[in-house]
């Protein structure tokens, strides 16, 4: 390296009187060969020296590892020292760690297992043995994590929807914090855009109260703040209906209706409402609506209101659904119970019931108390006859089913009416070993008689009758006797379109006829009066003694009953 003395102001040295040279803070870079040249201001006033000057630079340093922002450890942390040594004096050249001038070994590495205060200091390098050489120094301090982290809030007080906040977390640590990072409610992310000491919150919601924390963090370690709890105050949101039991309400069981809200500060005052067609019916003034045994008349339509002093807040319409087994059956005949052979009819099943009916059952009762004839139609609630016959007639009920139960109508008795031209009857008695035939001829006159008898308004103001008092009731409940205004009327032609056509009450609608104590037999006679209508009030039950006839014997048709047997 040529130097000459003015070329460089680091170089200082007489410009035309000394050549001497001084290098100031000599550094790795400087090492080499340095030659001396004269200059004059003639044109080859120039001599260079052909003697060299060869510069050797030593370069020692502390190595420390890990490496830390200014050299801060925390306690117990462990920590490597080293002296590095380059240029001339690397080869071969030992060296030494000194800590605050004190030496520490011929060891030039030194291991620090538990950092503390103690090992605090400005590490320097030396050669062995020592010279008027050293390294620069390195001064390791005593560091810590993040202390004491904490959030101050403001503005302080209450916040309201609409409104903003500023949240500012701070902490002692050295090093100073790095990098912040702000959470809510214990989530597990951090908030986005949150690694500031400042979380600024604008224009609040509702959804923004809860609970908030810090984390700061520094090459130490990190430290969390308390959670700080952020309560906004807002009017009542996401109110709805809860329903307990849920599923499967059925008439009898207990059902709470509960008005649910969020609010803050909490819901203060609650309405329940019911829509009941066009009307709205208040239906009480408390968070819980119960209804302790539930009923059809229960299920509908309900909403509830929540209010605060913020503002209110309606629910949405929950329909409360009751379950219940059918009720009210009842049947209706058409055209009526009371129809002409050969006509059609139609039964129709209805019933009350939840979840609607799914299932009818059509019974028909024995006039005489004896086999129950069942029908079923699973289609619907319809039994059609075509055309009815005599056949049909007799007592009818239906049955409703569900899955929560089953219901049975009251009896209905269908009437089947007929013209009436001749009736042969015949009968057997048995009195001990014989039979005993008769046959019995009727003639219809011109002097028939009638009897004055109910209409079908009144016979169907009865009292429905039940399968159980049909076969229970004593015949003198069943068939009471009754007489009437007898008068005579004409014989109806044959094409006459009235349909009220006298008609015959069958003979096991008869009363059942007592043994007669002490006497071995008793020829009995029923006696039936015709009308336009039949009733059971038209029988008359006369007991034979000896060869008696009754009175008015050629007016009458007379049917001969066996003694019964018991």
């Given at each position: 390296m040529l130097l000459s003395c003015c070329l460089d102001s680091s170089y200082t040295g007489g410009s035309y009187s000394s050549?001497?040279?001084?290098?100031?803070?000599?550094?790795?870079?400087?090492?080499?060969?340095?030659?001396?040249?004269?200059?004059?201001?003639?044109?080859?006033?120039?001599?260079?020296?052909?003697?060299?000057?060869?510069?050797?630079?030593?370069?020692?340093?502390v190595q420390v590892h890990p490496a830390r922002p200014g050299n801060m450890f925390g306690f117990g942390e462990t920590v490597f020292v080293s002296c590095q040594a380059r240029g001339c004096a690397a080869p071969g050249r030992s060296l030494a760690l000194y800590r605050n001038g004190l030496n520490l070994g011929s060891?030039?590495?030194?291991?620090?297992?538990?950092?503390?205060?103690?090992?605090?200091?400005?590490?320097?390098?030396?050669?062995?043995?020592?010279?008027?050489?050293?390294?620069?120094?390195?001064?390791?301090?005593?560091?810590?994590?993040?202390?004491?982290t904490s959030i101050a809030v403001f503005p302080a007080g209450e916040l309201s929807e609409g409104g903003s906040v500023t949240l500012t977390c701070s902490s002692d640590a050295a090093p100073p914090v790095e990098s912040f990072a702000w959470f809510k409610d214990n989530e597990s992310g951090s908030i986005p855009d949150s690694f500031r000491p400042q979380l600024h919150l604008s224009y609040l919601k509702y959804t923004d109260r809860g609970e908030y924390y810090c984390v700061a963090r520094n090459s130490l370690g990190t430290d969390r703040s308390g959670s700080l709890l952020l309560n906004v105050s807002y009017s009542p949101k996401n109110t709805?209906?809860?329903?307990?039991?849920?599923?499967?309400?059925?008439?009898?069981?207990?059902?709470?209706?509960?008005?649910s809200s969020h609010a803050q500060p909490p819901p203060s005052r609650y309405v329940w409402y019911r829509i009941i067609g066009d009307q709205v019916v208040p239906k009480g003034h408390s968070q819980n609506l119960t209804f302790p045994s539930v009923g059809a008349q229960h299920a509908g339509q309900y909403y509830c209101i929540a209010s605060n002093r913020l503002g209110s807040q309606s629910s949405l319409v929950s329909s409360l659904t009751v379950l219940y087994p059918p009720k009210n059956?009842?049947?209706?005949?058409?055209?009526?119970?009371?129809?002409?052979?050969?006509?059609?009819?139609?039964?129709?099943?209805s019933s009350q019931a939840y979840p609607a009916v799914d299932n009818f059952t059509w019974h028909r009762l024995a006039l005489d108390g004896g086999t129950v004839h069942s029908?079923?139609?699973?289609?619907?609630?319809?039994?059609?006859?075509?055309?009815?016959?005599?056949?049909?007639?007799?007592?009818?009920?239906c049955e409703a089913r569900n899955r929560i139960g089953a219901h049975s109508s009251p009896v209905l008795t269908v009437r089947v009416?007929?013209?009436?031209?001749?009736?042969?009857?015949?009968?057997?008695?048995?009195?001990?070993?014989?039979?005993?035939?008769?046959?019995?001829?009727?003639?219809?006159?011109?002097?028939?008689?009638?009897?004055?008898?109910?209409?079908?308004?009144?016979?169907?103001?009865?009292?429905?009758?039940?399968p159980d008092t049909l076969r229970r009731e004593p015949a003198e409940q069943t068939l009471p006797v009754r007489t009437g205004k007898m008068s005579d009327i004409p014989e109806e032609p044959e094409d006459l379109s009235d349909t009220s056509h006298p008609s015959i009450v069958p003979l096991m609608d008869a009363p059942p006829i007592?043994?007669?104590?002490?006497?071995?037999?008793?020829?009995?006679?029923?006696?039936?009066?015709?009308?336009?209508?039949?009733?059971?009030?038209?029988?008359?039950?006369h007991n034979m003694r000896g060869e008696r006839k009754p009175r008015d014997s050629s007016k009458v048709v007379y049917t001969l009953l066996p003694q019964p047997r018991h």
């Amino acid at each position: 390296m040529l130097l000459s003395c003015c070329l460089d102001s680091s170089y200082t040295g007489g410009s035309y009187s000394s050549c001497s040279v001084q290098i100031r803070a000599v550094k790795l870079g400087d090492a080499g060969q340095y030659h001396f040249r004269f200059e004059t201001d003639q044109p080859l006033g120039r001599w260079t020296s052909p003697d060299t000057i060869t510069l050797d630079v030593t370069d020692l340093q502390v190595q420390v590892h890990p490496a830390r922002p200014g050299n801060m450890f925390g306690f117990g942390e462990t920590v490597f020292v080293s002296c590095q040594a380059r240029g001339c004096a690397a080869p071969g050249r030992s060296l030494a760690l000194y800590r605050n001038g004190l030496n520490l070994g011929s060891n030039e590495k030194k291991m620090i297992n538990r950092f503390d205060q103690q090992h605090a200091g400005a590490y320097t390098c030396r050669p062995i043995p020592p010279q008027n050489v050293q390294s620069p120094p390195v001064s390791l301090t005593m560091g810590h994590s993040p202390r004491s982290t904490s959030i101050a809030v403001f503005p302080a007080g209450e916040l309201s929807e609409g409104g903003s906040v500023t949240l500012t977390c701070s902490s002692d640590a050295a090093p100073p914090v790095e990098s912040f990072a702000w959470f809510k409610d214990n989530e597990s992310g951090s908030i986005p855009d949150s690694f500031r000491p400042q979380l600024h919150l604008s224009y609040l919601k509702y959804t923004d109260r809860g609970e908030y924390y810090c984390v700061a963090r520094n090459s130490l370690g990190t430290d969390r703040s308390g959670s700080l709890l952020l309560n906004v105050s807002y009017s009542p949101k996401n109110t709805h209906v809860w329903t307990s039991p849920q599923r499967d309400i059925r008439e009898g069981s207990s059902v709470n209706l509960s008005c649910s809200s969020h609010a803050q500060p909490p819901p203060s005052r609650y309405v329940w409402y019911r829509i009941i067609g066009d009307q709205v019916v208040p239906k009480g003034h408390s968070q819980n609506l119960t209804f302790p045994s539930v009923g059809a008349q229960h299920a509908g339509q309900y909403y509830c209101i929540a209010s605060n002093r913020l503002g209110s807040q309606s629910s949405l319409v929950s329909s409360l659904t009751v379950l219940y087994p059918p009720k009210n059956t009842s049947i209706l005949a058409r055209p009526s119970s009371v129809v002409d052979a050969g006509r059609p009819l139609t039964l129709t099943c209805s019933s009350q019931a939840y979840p609607a009916v799914d299932n009818f059952t059509w019974h028909r009762l024995a006039l005489d108390g004896g086999t129950v004839h069942s029908w079923i139609t699973k289609s619907g609630p319809v039994f059609t006859f075509s055309e009815v016959g005599p056949g049909e007639s007799g007592q009818y009920y239906c049955e409703a089913r569900n899955r929560i139960g089953a219901h049975s109508s009251p009896v209905l008795t269908v009437r089947v009416r007929g013209r009436l031209k001749a009736i042969a009857l015949a009968s057997a008695v048995g009195v001990s070993a014989g039979l005993i035939s008769l046959t019995v001829a009727v003639m219809i006159s011109k002097n028939m008689h009638r009897v004055d008898t109910e209409s079908v308004d009144d016979i169907n103001k009865r009292p429905a009758v039940t399968p159980d008092t049909l076969r229970r009731e004593p015949a003198e409940q069943t068939l009471p006797v009754r007489t009437g205004k007898m008068s005579d009327i004409p014989e109806e032609p044959e094409d006459l379109s009235d349909t009220s056509h006298p008609s015959i009450v069958p003979l096991m609608d008869a009363p059942p006829i007592k043994e007669v104590s002490g006497r071995s037999s008793a020829s009995n006679f029923i006696t039936v009066h015709y009308s336009r209508m039949s009733s059971p009030d038209q029988v008359q039950v006369h007991n034979m003694r000896g060869e008696r006839k009754p009175r008015d014997s050629s007016k009458v048709v007379y049917t001969l009953l066996p003694q019964p047997r018991h």
